[in-house]
């Protein structure tokens, strides 16, 4: 397995935000940037972290098919709701933004939502649900993506990953987040085993006979990008292992992802056009927030939340099972324990060393002595 070193967070933020600010976006966007790229990885979540610093992000905007400057059109506004055009900017700022309004809504008349069109990949689905559950409130969000899932029956990609992703207040040190695609795996999972040299997950994908895909993860993107191989939906190919339930659960994210505002959809979000050029990949969002004061208080919420999932925990466990956890317990445990900095592989260290020289910083990273 390659080499892992250990880069400390001043380094690293640092690093980042300096990076997005070379390619042209502005410093206050590129903090927001860096700190949802980042909070991936300090819950543990590499898939979606500094893996995809260059790749995701620095590379579509020097391909021209993403905007460093975020232009976030309000096309319409009601008291508890608004829909959004992101003008294909940065996701990561859309998102945030978004969920910021969804919340002030919230706080003022109970519940908010707003819905995105023309977004770009807006990295952990759950940093939004966090940012609701610290303001005490239920969030939820989701977005479309890639379509490289298979829909009950079907051999090739048709919709994204889109994760159902949902927070809720707690009194525990974490708040519920249940931060999840709709697919057995999705593909920043695949890009980081193929950059660690580990093989495609047994089930994660079918092949066009409809039978199991077995090869390394590098290659099974590359038969995925063939159209030779297509990601499950949660429960499998399939019915037996209740594989539509992934599937509808899929489709509600890209329905919400698209319909309300008259967004793009399905096949259209290649990153390609019908010459097979790049252009930018037009992602949906959608961003829910009902504030619990409008109900029976947020303490009231808290207290049971923190009730229930203490419950839950308390139930008898597997004789091989160390113990039960409950979704955000395992990244809480994680972020107390990465105090030190993110773990960076080599195929990392190499694009932040690219990237460095580059755009001529001056740093020196631990992994260079």
């Known amino acids: 397995m390659p080499k892992t070193n250990i880069v400390d967070w001043e380094t690293i933020t640092n690093f980042v935000i300096d990076s997005f600010v070379g390619y042209g976006i502005p410093r206050e966007d590129a903090e927001i940037c860096a ?14 972290g500094c893996n995809r610093f260059k790749p995701i992000y620095l590379d579509r905007i020097k391909a021209g098919i993403q905007n460093p400057v975020t232009n ?205 050029e790049k252009r930018p990949f037009g992602l949906g969002h959608f961003f829910i927030a009902i504030d619990t004061d409008h109900f029976l208080g947020e303490d009231v919420c808290r207290k049971t939340a923190g009730d229930i999932i203490r419950e839950v925990r308390s139930a008898k466990k597997a004789p091989d099972a160390e113990r039960i956890y409950t979704a955000g317990e395992k990244e809480y445990e994680i972020r107390l324990a990465r105090h030190a900095g993110v773990p960076i592989n080599e195929s990392v260290q190499k694009e932040f060393i690219a990237v460095r020289d580059e755009l001529g910083l001056n740093y020196k990273f631990p992994f260079e002595d």
Do not use: W
């Open 72 to 276: 976030f059109e309000i096309i319409k506004e009601t008291e508890t709701t608004a829909v959004v055009d992101g003008h294909d900017g940065m996701g990561q700022v859309i998102g945030y933004k978004s969920m910021k309004m969804a919340i002030e809504k919230a706080k003022k008349y109970g519940m908010g939502m707003v819905v995105v069109r023309n977004s770009c990949h807006y990295g952990i689905a759950g940093y939004y649900t966090s940012m609701a559950a610290e303001a005490g409130c239920i969030g939820l969000t989701g977005t479309n993506a890639r379509p490289t899932v298979a829909p009950t029956f079907g051999v090739e990609g048709a919709f994204g990953t889109n994760p159902l992703t949902l927070g809720v207040p707690t009194d525990e040190a974490f708040d519920f987040n249940f931060d999840a695609a709709t697919s057995t795996y999705q593909n920043g999972k695949l890009e980081y085993y193929a950059r660690i040299g580990k093989d495609a997950p047994k089930g994660a994908l079918v092949d066009p006979n409809g039978e199991a895909y077995e090869g390394t993860s590098a290659e099974a993107l590359k038969a995925m990008g063939r159209g030779e191989a297509a990601l499950c939906t949660l429960g499998g190919p399939g019915e037996e292992g209740a594989g539509y339930k992934g599937y509808g659960f899929a489709m509600f994210v890209e329905l919400l992802s698209a319909a309300l505002q008259g967004g793009h959809y399905g096949k259209y979000l290649t990153g390609k056009d019908e010459n097979g």
């Open 35 to 48: 700190d949802v790229l980042l909070e991936s990885d300090k819950r543990g979540i590499e898939s979606h």
